[in-house]
């Protein structure tokens, strides 16, 4: 059963920093891709940042410049790393991971930016 939990969420200050943690049941590397998605309360769930096997990133425009996606050492991790968070980043985070036998989400984890 492919498995995948993210941590690391919580509440943090304007400007500030988090780092976002999705471990995967296996390796990363059966998936052709994995990914950061968020969903606001009222909005569509929207792609923050994907990472393929060979290492290529495509980021969301208003997120390329003060997010960063990556893969542990471990081959089983994907962070993401947030940088100078604003309110509108409040959100709940998700992790993705497509295989041949379809997409798989974790159960997402809460960003709050807020004073």
């Known amino acids: 059963q492919v498995q995948l939990v993210e941590s690391g969420g919580g509440l943090v200050q304007p400007g500030g920093s988090l780092r976002l943690s999705c471990a995967v049941s296996g390796s990363i590397f059966s998936f052709y891709a994995m990914g950061w998605y968020r969903q606001a309360p009222g909005k569509q769930r929207e792609l923050v940042a994907r990472i393929t096997n060979d290492g290529s990133t495509v980021y969301a425009d208003s997120m390329k410049d003060r997010f960063t996606i990556s893969r542990g050492n471990a081959k089983n991790m994907v962070y993401l790393h947030m940088n100078s968070l604003k309110p509108e980043d409040t959100a709940v985070y998700y992790c993705?991971?497509?295989?041949?036998?379809?997409?798989?989400w974790g159960q997402g984890t809460q960003v709050t930016v807020s004073s």
């Open positions: 993705n991971g497509v295989k041949t036998t379809g997409l798989y």
